[in-house]
């Protein structure tokens, strides 16, 4: 094969997989590959097409900007296009020395010529749009599309609380062009958000791989309802067409105009006199990049006199006069080496994928959070494969997606392991949870310091004195390995702890003798069973008067405790039918733990106690869980569907066909504040 028909067969590759890729990206809000790698290609192609200007075909992805219109918006055609930034893609200062000496070169500048004056700005990673207003009004909002015609999204956009509706004192026609995006907070809990609807079981929900996809997603929505439920930000940076305005001579008197008319510019907007400054902005930002609300992917450079900018005019794609200057990718690609399994001080059991060490974000990343079983199936992440690890700001690192086609065969999909990792307990997931939680609770050593503060809490064991500092000392030096060890202390392994005087551990001691004599409520708390409170345990005691009869109690007879719901049953009953539990309970007592014990308080049956309810709509303030929690701590049995056994219907907004079967049958109907009164009645 000659060299350029190997060059033709790679530029046609290259095309076909960009327009792949920029299909996924602009038109779908979909990514399959991080944008560090679509860069790769598109540079690789650029340099083909430099080197043979003969292979340069107008419909070549380097020739064009964006996306294409979705169906299903109007079509907007921008009377002034909307174009794309070239990038610098030199990451060290000489990208601004390289955009400096180009501009001064095409403006034939010479050597002793002053400096340039420049903008320089933050480079937001959101979604271009630009807002048209009319006599003040906004009239028109648009995706920029290709550049030339772009997707009409108004009703979008009018969600956006930053974007103003209304403009005092601007001029009669006025295009603002700024970028819609979501900070990173609002990012994190969307997504936390979204995890927890997967996990209630909804089907059509997923997370967003990072804020821009998740903005660009919801500002292309076909339903308004959907945007204005996504928390999205704007800032503006330019503008279009300007009809009877001041006269402006620098972008940066644009910026302070826009800033006057009411919108939101970002006050690191910054005026620099030569390729110094711009290097200086590049650094600063650069430094402050982690500690930003909102993902930024680079800065952009703008020469600030208009009239030089007109004299400079455009390529293809892009402005000469502007170039953004990157920073290094918050996404990257590699690979899997294992998935292991993690867990957290409150026994959460989070799935970790293990990477090859990778350069992301400014730093190496080698381990990255797959939050929880659903999350790692849903993605489907095995050990093998190639995954888009993204870590922005001080987030966690985590993997966003796997790179489909890269899949080795053989791979297992991962599944979450029943037992703890760290000591061999059971691990289990609750209904309506996302998590697993190791159950080996006091005796997990992963769960140990927690567990040992919890018990030793005021509100608990109250042992005077024995805080986090000294409890992290003390585990990690061995001393104690478990809750019964701590009245196993003796002064000499006290006082051969660093930095504890004698009197500190005479003290302490004192405070351990003091708590040996305790109460059942208290004990009960310390022991930290999942949803056993102050309250719960007080009111667990009350009814069973002593430990062993709750020790050995059943989820039934749990569930006979006033205020006690199936979860907090289920959750006691487990607690107690690990065997280490209990070894744990029967060695406190045999280290002189009491407490006065009573007699089972008389039992009062449950006031909604076989009685059926059905619940429907949408209450006011309660949610289905609660109201169905509620009911069930008092007795209640909560039906999926109404029949002539229903003793009760609870109809919120937006009730249907649950809500006519009960008048059809005279099924008693409540509402929240009905609810709300039988259960305290
Ligand atoms: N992952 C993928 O598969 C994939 C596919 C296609 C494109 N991409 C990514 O899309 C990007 C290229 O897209 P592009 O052509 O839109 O260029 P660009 O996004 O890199 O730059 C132009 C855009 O910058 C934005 N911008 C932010 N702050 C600005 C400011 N202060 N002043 C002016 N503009 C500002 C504007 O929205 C403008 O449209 C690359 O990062 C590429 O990696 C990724
Ligand atoms: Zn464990």
Known sequence: MSAPAKVQERVDALRELLHHHAHQYYVLDAPEIPDAE????????????????????????????????????????????????????????SGARNFDARVRRELALKEGDPPLEYVAELKFDGLAISLRYEAGVLVQAATRGDGEIGEDVTQNIRTIGQIPLRLRAAPPVLEVRGEVYIRRDDFERLNELQRDKIAKGARNEKTFVNPRNAAAGAVRQLDPNIARQRPLSFYAYGWGEIEGGPDFRTHHEVLQALKAWGFPVSDRVAVASGADDLIAYHQAVGRDRDSLPFDIDGVVYKVNSLALQKQLGFVTRE?????????????????????????????????????????????????????????????????????????????????????????????????????CPVCGAAAVREEGE??????????????????????????????????????????????????????????????????????????????????RQTTLPRFLYGLGIRHVGETTARDLARHFGKLDAIMEAGVEQLLQVPDVGPIVAESVHAFFQQPHNREVIEQLRACGLHWEEGEPAAQAPKPLSGKTFVLTGTLPSLSRDEAKELLEAAGAKVAGSVSKKTDYVVAGAEAGSKLEKARELGVAVLDEDGLRQLLSS
């Open 38 to 93: 679509y860069d790769r290609l598109f540079r690789e192609l650029q340099a083909l097409e430099a080197q043979h200007p003969e292979l340069l075909t107008p419909d070549s992805p380097t020739q064009r900007v964006g996306g294409k219109a979705l169906e299903g918006f109007a079509k907007v055609r921008h009377k002034v296009p909307m174009l794309s930034i070239r990038t610098e893609t030199d990451i060290e200062a």
């Open 319 to 419: 402005p000469r006069w502007a170039v953004a200057h990157k920073f290094p990718a918050q996404e990257q690609m590699t690979t899997v080496e294992s998935i292991d399994v993690y867990v957290g001080r409150t026994g959460k059991l989070t799935p970790v994928a293990r990477l090859q060490p990778v350069f992301v974000g400014g730093v190496t990343v080698t381990n990255a959070t797959l939050h929880n079983e659903d999350e790692a199936r849903r993605k489907d992440v095995r050990v093998g494969d190639t995954v888009i690890v993204r870590r922005a700001g001080d987030v966690i690192p985590e993997v966003v997606a796997v790179v489909p086609d890269r899949r080795a065969a053989g791979t297992e999909p991962f599944t979450m392991p029943r037992t």
């Open 434 to 515: 996302a998590d697993y939680r190791c159950t080996g609770g006091l005796f997990c050593s992963a769960q140990r310091k927690f567990a040992i503060l919890h018990f030793a809490q005021r509100r608990a064991l109250d042992i005077e004195g024995l805080g986090e500092k000294l409890v992290d000392q003390m585990v990690e030096a061995g001393v104690i390995r478990t809750l019964p060890d701590l009245y196993r202390l003796g002064l000499a392994n006290l006082v051969a702890l660093e930095r504890m005087g004698e009197k500190s551990a005479h003290n302490l001691l004192a405070a351990l003798e003091k708590s």
